[in-house]
């Protein structure tokens, strides 16, 4: 991820090391003295600086001098920043000067990355790594497991696993407790439980791992290996690149097991409310027919960034004579040999499904009602994520911190000046697989600006598809493809405005997900779900993602309108790096340590 710019004026006669050496500790110089109008003119006019948790207790981008300096003002006695310093030899490219940094404050330790254009700061990353005094047991400081000697504890180590899941959640209660025993939740639960949190993480399904385990028998990653690992126990090297789900299941399961995580499966969540007064949270749950009412300080839901599964409503829908479900309920094609289906929809969930079916002896159509962003895996590995996520980027020394921080320090407002050169690689390299599917009748997009993939991800988390191989039915007619919108259902059709009939036994609704405040509204009621607001964008103020600019992901990892809730979602990549810093929020808030939020969300949309 490259980008040429124009230095400004500068010491051509410092060495990369140098220069930044420089900034460095001209600018702790500055925090030092509290002198913040030096610091923030230490900073380009067109500048940000990323903070996560470090500075502001909150996932936080500040744009300009004079946000910078705003920030500091209200932060920067509490925080005391010290010890800034490079990790590596930085580098230098383009006019841009690239360093990565270590710091400490008065709470934590900290790691970033510095962008210099000439003598000014660009991009300046700070993260919270961890908290002082709390740090996790973890290499050196890991526990022992075993007592030398005499005289010492004589519980064996699933003797004591034993006590903490028969107390935990009756005679002792959770400080946090997560809804939702996906990755996100389980990563978290990760997380927590190596920060000595008491947590409890709770899923309806009777298995770790049975949120993928249940979806069509066709499900895989179409991110790759290097992508995807969780925290502490990345995937084995033998792992294929493209997991299929009853593997990430079984992953998951075993993965919840080794790191030893409370997790309460077969319970569904019935109701959560908030006491202002006691700041506590009464939760009622069904743990597989029993009753149980857990009182904890912090609320996570972790149900999933693409929310409640959208189901349209169509006139018709109750005489239909076939069978009709959401995409999420798809159980696979097996049942559909011979059958007509036609699934509503363009995204990467139709095309899984329509591929399946068709190769499972199905009639099947795809009703495409708006464009979609489509981009061939091999394409994406290459270009996209080549550098940072593939056994090319490891055998060049990248690790997968490295990688995480990498993406991280690249504010969000400028993310697609980055992505829409890769994507106009991507196009030319692959213009006669766009020409053959705009033939087909494909309608195609590469987002609103260019930018495609991960913006259109970022910014709505939906409208694209990640081709492994669907797309070469729909050019050659193997998968049947129609334009248009529906108007009703009859009997044995779906009917579409232009009086288009399509002919079906299975109408398959690939129509994507609702915001997460859905489940906020379904425990906790409709007006906390919207004095928390819509969950993800940014506020681009592209399609399906309205203004105004945001900076960071609507409420997603980080303090929300409501207090003590939070909201934990979105791909392996996003679970695994986001929950250190969920984690240490929340691990900060059970110790007692302040922790003054700068720059609360904001609500601009309800859902």
């Not at 519980?155 to 946090?176: C, D, F, M, N």
């Not at 009412?293 to 006139?315: W, Y």
């Not at 899984?352 to 079916?357: E, M, T």
């Amino acid at each position: 991820m490259t980008q040429t710019v124009q230095p400004t004026a500068v010491q051509t006669s410092l060495t990369p090391q140098e220069r930044v050496d420089l900034w460095l500790a001209s600018f702790e110089s500055a925090l030092a003295a509290r002198d913040v109008d030096r610091a923030a003119g230490m900073f380009a006019v067109d500048s940000f600086w990323r903070d996560l948790v470090a500075f502001t207790w909150n996932l936080k981008t500040v744009e300009g001098r004079d946000a910078v300096a705003a920030m500091l003002h209200a932060r920067l006695d509490d925080t005391d920043p010290v010890n800034f310093r490079t990790t590596e030899t930085p580098d230098e490219a383009d006019g841009v000067t690239s360093a990565w940094i270590e710091f400490e404050t008065a709470t934590g330790r900290g790691k970033g990355h510095l962008r210099l254009k000439g003598d000014e700061a660009w991009t300046f990353l700070t993260t919270m790594q961890e908290l002082k005094g709390h740090e996790e047991r973890r290499g050196r400081n890991r526990v022992k497991g075993a007592v030398h000697g005499s005289g010492g504890d004589t519980l064996s180590w699933a003797e004591k696993r034993e006590i903490e899941e028969r107390e935990l959640g009756y005679t002792r209660q959770p400080y946090v407790l997560v809804i939702g025993g996906g990755q996100g939740g389980i990563a978290l639960g990760a997380r927590l439980r190596q920060l000595g949190v008491p947590a409890i993480v709770v899923d309806k399904n009777e298995r770790p791992g049975d949120q993928w385990r249940n979806r069509y028998k066709s499900l895989c990653l179409h991110d790759p290996v290097w992508y995807d690992h969780l925290p502490y126990m990345p995937f084995p090297d033998n792992w294929p690149v493209f997991a299929p789900k009853d593997k990430i299941g079984d992953w998951l399961e075993m993965y919840t097991k080794v790191m030893e995580i409370p997790y309460w499966s077969s319970t569904t969540c019935t109701s959560a409310t908030f006491d202002e007064e006691t700041k506590e949270w009464t939760v009622v749950l069904d743990r597989d027919g029993e009753d149980v009412v857990l009182h904890p300080k912090q609320l996570v839901l972790a149900t999933g960034m693409s929310g409640k599964p959208n189901v349209p409503s169509f006139p018709g829908q109750d005489v239909f004579r076939g069978e009709q479900h959401h995409s999420s309920r798809h159980p696979g094609p097996d049942a559909y040999v011979g059958k007509r289906v036609v699934v509503v929809g363009a995204n990467n969930s139709a095309h899984d499904i329509c591929k399946a079916l068709f190769e499972n002896g199905a009639d099947v159509t795809m009703l495409q009602r708006s464009s979609t962003h489509i981009v061939k895996s091999e394409s994406l590995m290459d270009l996209g994520l080549g550098d940072l996520y593939s056994e090319r980027a490891v055998a060049a020394g990248m690790t997968t911190e490295k990688a995480d921080l990498t993406f991280a320090s690249l504010p969000y407002k400028i993310m697609h000046e980055f992505q829409i050169p890769i994507y106009q690689k991507i196009a030319e390299r692959d213009r006669d697989f766009y020409d053959r599917l705009e033939k087909a009748g494909f309608q195609l997009d590469f987002g609103d600006d260019g930018s495609g993939l991960f913006m259109k991800y970022l910014r709505r988390g939906s409208g694209y598809y990640i081709d492994v191989g669907a797309s070469e039915l729909v050019a050659d007619g193997s998968i049947h493809l129609v334009s248009g919108q529906v108007d009703h259902l009859t009997e044995d059709a779906v009917v579409l405005t232009d009086g288009t009939e399509l002919s079906a036994d299975l109408v398959v609704y690939a129509t994507g997900y609702g915001s997460m405040n859905g489940w906020a509204a379904d425990l906790m009621g409709q007006e906390v779900a919207d004095k928390v607001g819509k969950c993800w964008g940014l506020g681009s103020d592209t399609t399906k993602d309205p203004g105004p600019w945001e900076g960071e992901q609507r409420n997603m990892w980080k303090p929300t309108q409501q207090e003590a809730l939070w909201f934990h979602g979105g791909n392996l990549h996003q679970s695994r790096h986001y929950s250190l810093y969920l984690a240490l929020q929340l691990k900060a808030r059970h110790e007692e340590i302040p922790t003054p939020v700068y720059g609360l969300q904001e609500v601009h949309h309800l859902s």
